[in-house]
Nanobody, 120 residues
Framework: QVQLTESGGGSVQAGGSLTLSCSASGNPSCEYDLKWFRQPPGKERELLSFVDPIGDPRYAESVKGRFTASRRGNTLTLEMSRLRPEDSAMYYC????????????????WGQGTQVTVSS
């Protein structure tokens, strides 16, 4: 079973930066399907960013130009800059499955989340 370790949340003033990291471990043969989500207080959880199979980062419209995703092995990093108060949320890493030997094995797991708070 995959284990997800998130780090890098915290509190910052508007305009500041934070970097989140999500490391997946479990099956060394897997390339895990990792994505970042966030859930502001009282709102739905939303897909934020991931790196697609050909290596291109994908972003929600609300963070394009401010957030940068990168991936190395089974670690997905999210560099967040020009943070705004509306970016305050619990940020979650999700593994949706395992790519192994040319096949995809769906198996969803969520990390415990890391809090990001941006003050104005």
């Amino acid at each position: 079973q995959v284990q997800l370790t998130e780090s890098g949340g915290g509190s910052v003033q508007a305009g500041g930066s934070l970097t989140l990291s999500c490391s997946a471990s479990g099956n060394p043969s897997c390339e895990y399907d990792l994505k970042w989500f966030r859930q502001p207080p009282g709102k739905e959880r939303e897909l934020l960013s991931f790196v697609d199979p050909i290596g291109d980062p994908r972003y929600a419209e609300s963070v394009k130009g401010r957030f940068t995703a990168s991936r190395r092995g089974n670690t997905l990093t999210l560099e967040m800059s020009r943070l705004r108060p509306e970016d305050s949320a619990m940020y979650y890493c999700k593994s949706s499955g395992c790519n192994r030997d040319g096949a995809y094995y769906p198996d969803a797991h969520w990390g415990q989340g890391t809090q990001v708070t941006v003050s104005s």
